[in-house]
């Protein structure tokens, strides 16, 4: 079965500062792996995804994300993080063939101003 | 924009009653699955459907049912409605059977059952 840990149900950062949510995934085949973002009272968003490609995966609004296979992670990441950031955001697994997305139960990120 | 549209966006309804949720699928997308997310947690898979055949299911009950039309839409039903059944209700669609394939959702419909 797969599973996805998302350390730290709640992360705050001052506007323009390193933005870094963490994700770590279990999965006894080679995982496909996403973030989404949720805004309120919004459905999902895809920021990125890895699909075995490049280890480095960049995304929408300046967002990127590492495949590390030998931590089994997949840490999501932006440089400066902007007011409009802040949102719920998912991290997810799957795998080739007939299975479902696996959610992390996510990260609410808030920008300070 | 996702191309996915659900509806209704909001709805109550009362324990013990029967709900129908809709959701039309972008053009040319063979799958689509059902998400239920309960307030403050991640989405939980309900079912998905594959050219209109249910094509694998998480862990609900079997009164959590649903269907897939020719037409790319698509219904999730719930009877004996129960008040753990409130949350957002997801539908995401795709071309092939997911693996890397991009899932694309639409906005909910959030049920509230009283």
């Avoid at chain 2, 897939?68 to 129960?82: D, K, T």
């Amino acid at each position: 079965a797969q599973s996805v840990t998302q350390l730290g149900s709640h992360v705050s950062v001052s506007e323009g500062a390193l933005v870094l949510l963490r994700c770590n995934y279990s999965s006894s085949v080679p995982p496909y792996l996403f973030w989404y973002v949720q805004y309120p009272n919004q459905g999902l968003q895809l920021l990125l995804k890895y699909t075995s490609a490049a280890t480095l995966v960049k995304g929408i609004n300046g967002f990127e994300a590492e495949f590390k296979k030998s931590e089994t992670s997949f840490h999501l990441t932006k440089p400066s993080a902007h007011m409009s950031d802040a949102a719920e955001y998912f991290c997810a697994v799957t795998s080739s063939g007939n299975t479902p997305l696996v959610f992390g139960k996510g990260t609410r990120l808030s920008v300070i101003a | 924009e996702t191309g996915v549209t659900q509806s209704p966006t909001h709805l109550i309804k009362t324990r013990g009653q029967q709900v129908t949720l809709r959701c039309s699928s972008q053009s040319g997308h063979n799958t689509v699955s059902w998400y239920q997310q309960a307030l403050g947690q991640g989405p939980q898979f309900i079912f998905q459907y594959y050219r209109e055949e249910e094509n694998g299911r998480g862990n609900f009950p079997p009164r959590f049912s649903g269907l897939q039309f020719p037409n790319y839409s698509s219904e999730l039903n719930v009877n004996a409605l129960e008040l753990d059944d409130s949350a957002l209700y997801l539908c995401a669609s795709s071309l092939g059977l997911g693996g890397a394939d991009t899932i694309y959702f639409g906005e909910g419909s959030w049920l509230t059952v009283v």
